[in-house]
Nanobody, 129 residues
Framework: QLDLVESGGGLVQPGGSLRLSCTAF????????IAWFRQAPGKEREGVAC????????NYADSLKDRFTIFRDFSKNTVYLQMNPLKPEDTGVYFC??????????????????????WGQGTQVTVSA
């Protein structure tokens, strides 16, 4: 069963912004690194951003680091992805995923999909004029 829930997706015009949320119900995220992935139609799933359990370690895909920001609110057991400005090529399904932050370098967006144990259902982001 999936214990992560994403929200905040929707339809937005190019140049607009969205803030996605990732929340856990059955467990606290305090000990987990959290990552965002996305999958565009006809494309493979790719890493977007990740944040370490302490919130200090943050990594982004190189092409997105100037437009996307990942942060977390421990009091709300929630991780966010702020996206602005959005481009049409950002369209896709966005997933959050969690893995126990039990070793150095666990927070990465390169070749990292397989290490994440918990996943959400995904939220659709559509950027169109």
């Amino acid at each position: 069963q999936l214990d992560l829930v994403e929200s905040g997706g929707g339809l937005v015009q190019p140049g607009g912004s969205l803030r996605l949320s990732c929340t856990a119900f059955a467990f606290t995220l305090d000990y987990y690194a959290i990552a965002w992935f996305r999958q565009a139609p006809g494309k493979e799933r790719e890493g977007v951003a990740c944040i370490g359990n302490s919130g200090g370690d943050r990594n982004y895909a190189d092409s997105l680091k100037d437009r996307f920001t990942i942060f977390r609110d421990f009091s709300k057991n929630t991780v966010y992805l702020q996206m602005n400005p959005l481009k049409p090529e950002d369209t896709g399904v966005y997933f959050c995923a969690a893995v126990l932050d039990n070793m150095p370098g666990i927070c990465t967006v390169v070749g990292a999909e397989g290490r994440y144990r918990y996943w959400g259902q995904g939220t659709q982001v559509t950027v169109s004029a």
